[in-house]
């Protein structure tokens, strides 16, 4: 059992929550490694003079080390930012709880955005509690347990065999690169009964990816 849930986070005196709250920014976390976060910064409104001022920003906050662009247009700037805080980041206390985010993270508005997976409810509401014993803001949206992930739709084998001969021969290429008939002879059954297990397959996954979006 996996409790899947997006929480908001912000805060006053946190330079990321600061800094997007005073500029009309958006940063997306992409990667993390220790203290250094890798992000795409990109304008919300006021385009390459808001980035521009982000990045002064954090040049300027005492909460950061070293600032890096490693590549910038007007549509965004890819970031190597090092931090260096007195207390766990709120990623940080994340991971001390027992739970995860998964990356990217989405900073906007002064407010982080976490899509967070817990072992149990027990362990998300650990999570929350000390969530709001750091910080001034704490709200959980879109949460859901699951046992079913896109990595572990129940399948056939028959269903897999002809899934898999259906892709590699390019049945779902964009245009496609054969047709149902040829799939069908290459596995050695009738057309009708290829596309019955193929539209099961789709069944499958779209309900594996409905259950997960929404």
Not at 193 to 211: F, G, K
Request: proline residues 3%; aromatic residues 6%.
């Amino acid at each position: 059992m996996v409790v899947q849930c997006t929480i908001q986070v912000s805060t006053e005196d946190y330079y990321s929550c600061d800094l997007t709250r005073r500029v009309p920014v958006r940063v997306t976390l992409v990667a993390i490694n220790g203290d250094t976060g890798f992000g795409i910064v990109e304008p919300v409104e006021g385009g390459e003079n808001s980035v521009k001022n982000y990045i002064k920003g954090l040049r300027s906050s005492a909460a950061i080390k070293t600032v890096k662009v490693t590549y910038a247009s007007p549509e965004g700037y890819w970031t190597q930012v090092v931090h260096t805080l007195g207390t766990p980041s709120i990623h940080e206390t994340i991971l001390q709880s027992g739970c995860m985010t998964c990356l990217p993270i989405v900073i906007e508005g002064g407010i982080q955005n976490h899509v967070v997976l817990a072992p149990s409810r027990e362990e998300l509401r650990s999570l929350v509690l000390l969530l709001k014993e750091r910080f001034s803001m704490v709200k959980i949206k879109r949460l859901r347990s699951t046992t079913v992930g896109l990595s572990r739709v129940a399948l056939t084998e028959k269903q897999k065999q002809a899934f898999k001969l259906a892709y590699e021969s390019g049945y779902y290429s964009i245009p496609r690169k054969t047709t149902l008939s040829h799939v069908a002879k290459s596995l050695g059954i009738k057309r009708v009964a290829m596309q019955e297990r193929l539209r099961r397959v789709e069944q499958h996954v779209m309900t594996a990816l409905a259950e997960e979006t929404f």
